[in-house]
Each structure stands twice: as C-alpha cells, then as structure tokens.
C-alpha cells in the first residue's frame, strides 16, 4: 500500500487546510541525563507511535551524573531554531543546532554558550528566559553565582564568552529593593528558582524567605535593575514574605491557600508556583504558574485542600505591571486529590505555553507523562469536560523502542517548540562506504507533511561531481529479496558497504558541483495528500556510480517521517 502511494511522489494532490497540530515537546529527562523530543508524526494527537519519541541530545560521555540538564528553551535566530539548555552539573550554558539536519543534536553541534563555571564561578544554575532583545537570563540559587544573570552575543561568535557579553544584574547577598504598590521592600536575591519571559521582561520565581514572583527588565545600559520599574512585585500568592502585599484574591480567600502545614506540625511550609510560562492571548499577555507539589507528600493546605496539580493564570488587567489587583489571577486548572476529578496529576514537574495548549510535565504514579490544558470554551480556564488532553505521552505506553535506558524517567521540566522547528522528519543511521576519505553524506531540507504544496528535498552531499546518484527508497528494513537487512554487500564485491532497505523504487541523478568532494545530487519531493501516507516511515540510501574505476559508494540508512496534515 506504501509503494503504490510513493509511485505518486512527484503528483501534487490537492493540499488540505493544516489543522491545529501538537506542538513538539522537549524532555529535559535527569535519569539518563538527555533532552529527549516528542513529535505527532501521525497526527493521531498523542506522542505514543513509533519513533514518537527520541533522544534530542545525549553527550554520550559517561551515562548518568556526567552532566545534568535543568532547563531548556528553543528560539529561532535568523530563521534557524537554535537549542539552549543549563547544565547544572558542569555548571555550563550550552547552545546547539542541528546543523547536519539529521534531527538531533550530534557530539559537535553543541557549544558552550557561557562558560559559567570559569567565568561567573561555581553555581546551580537553574532557570532559563530568552528576551526579544536576543539576551539569554539565568539564575541560581546555589553555590558562589548566585543570583540573576544576563548574557548575550554581541560579536556574533556564537557564545556570550566575551568580554561585556555577561552581567550579573542581581548578585545575592546585600538589600536587593523591588518596587510594590506599598513602596519599596527588599527581596531575597539568593534564592531565584524559576524563569519565564515575554518580551524584554523576564518574570523569577524566588523561593526561601519569600516564595513569590518577581518581575524585572532592564531598561537602560547600566549593569544593574535598580532604576525606576527595572524591578517590582508580580505575584505574591503564598504571603510568606510579610514586607510584600498579598495578591487580593488569595488574602480574601478567593483562591486557593497555599499555606500548609510545617513538618511534625509545627509552623508552615508553603506550596511553590515555581513553574512558569507566557504567551500571548487576543493582544494580552497571559501568564501561567503551577505548583510543583507531590500528591504524596504533604499535599493539603492548613484548610484541607490539596495543592498538588493546580495551575493558575494571570493577566495584567490594569498595566501597573503586576498581577496583585483582585481578578487579575484565576485558577485555570485543578488536577489535585480534592479536585473530584478521575484525572489526577500527581506532580507538575514541568510548564510551558504554546498556540495550541499549555502543556504540563508530570509524573502519574511511576510514569513520566506530558498532560495539555486547552480553553475551548473560551471562559478563562480549562478546568471543563474536554479540556484536559490526558497523558499525551506516557513513558510506560510506548511503541517501539524506549530512548529511556537507565531506570525509570525523570522529566525536570519541559519545552515546547512548533512541530517542524527542529528537524524532527529525518534520521540517519548506519556506515557510508566508500573508496578514499569522502563518503556520501545524507541532506535534507523542506516540510515532510502528507500534501504540503513546498515539500522537501532529499539531498546527497560529499562526492565527486558529474557522477550518477542513485536514490533507492525502500518500504521495508528487515529483508530484501528473502535476505535479512542490515545485508553487508562483501557478498557482492562491496566490502565495508551495507544495504539498510529494500529498495523498491530508484531515481538517478547526476551530481554537480567542483572539487573533488563538491558534488551534489538533489531530488525534489512533493507528496500528494494520501492518508496512507500519514506517519508512514520511508527508509532511503544512495548510491554513487563511478564506472570508469568500478567503484561504487553507499550513503547511511535515512528515514523520512512523514507528518500527517
């Protein structure tokens, strides 16, 4: 059924109206110490299929504990998505592109973006913003660094190791003033947990004497955030921090106490809404904030009620810059004990915003799962029948092989990205074979959905021009002609050279190009809108054709994932 619907590739259907898609999903996932990546790739809404779910990143350098990703995001930079991620172990920033686009993040695409441990000294960062003004911010609240940072490339280099590329703007320790609607109060500059952002604003949750969001942005060249509303109050839900005004819907009792019980009973513990997230709603910029409390432990505030699961949203109704006023932060989502619901989530382990959702890394029971929050209603919340996409991803339900291979998964926090903003349709494995040093090297480029007008172009790179390339794409990499694939071509003269596909159809090219290693062979595909297609895998190999000295070359396997509409 495959072959029949790729005998049309060349054929331009007519090209449907792409639906609301889910957004892609990364893992910041701490077992294995990896950032794993979720893609739809059949449109079913779920994460669950067949190569749904790999690893993004790995450094592949000593298993678990060598490094530990904290925090991610992805922002696109002149068109291309570029990775960033906090390494708390090494005390490092990293950045990454996928610049090979064989849709992961191989040893050498990565790049140390800010070498925090040399250059700001020992720490534990943690939360992670990138601003409009192209400035990436993180935080910590360990070690010798503690505070809040800003760096940004000014040379163009790639990293923030330069100097005037980095400045502390709140360092701990000392009277660190924010602005509230009371007048001024000092705040507690070493214990930042949590970034979020939108625009040049960047919003930290602070935990310690405070346990409350606090909002800056810098306004003017100085290497502070003490001038006039650079720093002030944005939420402060528990009222720990008696020197702050109290949102007026949590102090009236409106919303839901996230005071609780101290340990043994003595004195008060308070629930965190260090998870954080943005976007922006009909022109308005909504926030969004979830505790982190386990349903396990301590879960009940000092009237009863469970905070485990609870997301709230928040709009600056006045543009005083702050969500304290009363309606201005409303409960959005209750998966907690006391909820009623069939739908717990245990614990939020994760938070971010994108046009489709809000999604939520969570752990259910054992299982790292990723949850989304819908509005459809349009009534501020999410909190009705339909509006809970339970366990989108769901480590313990997998098809295929699991990209989890130490223990049980632990996601520290999630991103999320539109799907196709990194290259998620294209993989390659295997050897290339080939006389001499240069072997065929796969490319790839364009939009795998079934029936987009563009399509992609699967490309052969690294070879002497004016020679035939020939693409055989297969259906199937487990036999050819009754023989079991991988099949090791020694058997036909062609030591060091592996077949990974059955290779029902061929296309040849030329090469073009100059140099010995210039040539390049590029085949056009354009799929016609065939539901046959929908999450279809198409393995693929090239072959390079130098007759004159009876040599031939084979590229890796490459698999194209083909997107549903």
């Not at 029948?385 to 520290?412: K, R």
Request: hydrophobic residues 40%.
């Amino acid at each position: 059924m495959i072959r029949s619907s790729l005998l049309g590739w060349f054929v331009l259907g007519a090209a449907p109206a792409l639906g609301q898609q889910l957004s892609d999903v990364l893992l910041v996932e701490t077992t294995q110490d990896q950032l794993v990546r979720l893609t739809d790739f059949d449109g079913d809404g779920r994460y669950q299929s067949q190569d749904e779910v790999r690893v993004l990143y790995y450094d592949g350098m000593g298993g678990s504990n060598f490094s530990s990703p904290r925090s991610a995001l992805v922002r696109l930079e002149a068109g291309t998505p570029a990775l960033y991620w906090i390494d708390t172990q090494r005390d490092q920033l990293f950045r990454a592109v996928d610049e090979s686009g064989n849709g992961r993040i191989d040893i050498g695409e990565d790049s140390r973006y800010r070498y925090i441990l040399g250059l700001d000294g020992s720490t534990s960062p943690d939360g992670l913003a990138s601003t409009s003004d192209g400035a990436i911010w993180w935080c910590s609240d360990g070690g010798v660094a503690r505070g809040l940072f800003r760096c940004i490339d000014l040379n163009g280099n790639d990293d923030a190791n330069d100097d005037g590329e980095s400045e502390k703007l709140i360092p701990a320790g000392g009277v660190q003033w924010v602005e509230t609607d009371a007048g001024s109060a000092a705040f507690d500059s070493s214990n930042l947990l949590r970034l979020a952002s939108f625009g040049n604003m960047v919003v930290a949750y602070v935990q310690g004497d405070d346990e409350a969001a606090f909002r800056f942005e810098k306004r003017n060249t100085d290497s502070d955030l003490a001038d006039p509303g650079e720093s002030r109050l944005f939420l402060n839900a528990t009222g720990k921090n008696s020197a702050f005004p109290q949102n007026a819907d949590w102090q009236s009792g409106l919303l839901r106490s996230l005071v609780l019980p101290g340990p043994g009973g003595k004195g008060q513990a308070y629930a965190r809404l260090n998870y954080l997230a943005s976007r922006q709603e009909s022109g308005q910029t909504a926030w969004y904030f979830a505790t982190n409390q386990a349903a396990g432990f301590n879960a009940l505030n000092i009237l009863g009620q469970a905070v485990n699961g609870l997301v709230f949203r928040g709009v600056d109704l006045n543009a005083d810059g702050d969500l304290q006023e009363a309606g201005e932060v409303r409960a959005y989502f209750d998966g907690s004990l006391t909820s009623g619901s069939p739908f717990v989530v245990d614990q939020i382990t994760g938070l971010d915003a994108a046009s489709d959702g809000i999604y939520l890394g969570a752990i259910d029971g054992s299982n790292a799962v990723v949850h989304r929050l819908r509005d459809l209603n349009g009534d501020g919340d999410a909190l009705d029948a339909g509006e809970l996409d339970f366990a989108l991803f769901d480590d313990s339900q997998l098809a295929g092989p699991s990209p989890f291979f130490i223990g049980t998964p632990f996601v520290w926090d999630i991103a999320v990205a539109p799907q196709g903003w990194f290259q998620n349709s294209f993989i390659d494995s295997g050897t290339p074979c080939g006389p001499g040093s240069n072997k065929p090297k796969l490319g790839f480029s364009g939009d795998a959905h079934v029936g987009a007008p563009t399509g992609f172009d699967l490309r052969v790179e690294n070879v002497a021009p004016g020679l035939p390339a020939v693409l055989l794409v297969g259906t199937d990499t487990t036999s050819w002609l009754g023989l079991p694939l991988p099949l090791d071509l020694a058997l036909f003269g062609l030591p060091g050279c592996t077949l990974y596909q059955n290779a029902m159809l061929r296309f040849t090219l030329l090469t073009t190009g100059s140099g010995p290693s210039g040539g390049v062979a590029k085949l056009p595909v354009v799929l016609q809108n065939d539901p046959q297609l929908y999450g279809a895998e198409i393995p693929l190999q090239w072959v390079i054709v130098d007759a004159a000295a009876g040599q031939f070359s084979f590229s890796k396997l490459g698999v194209v994932h083909l997107l549903a509409p």
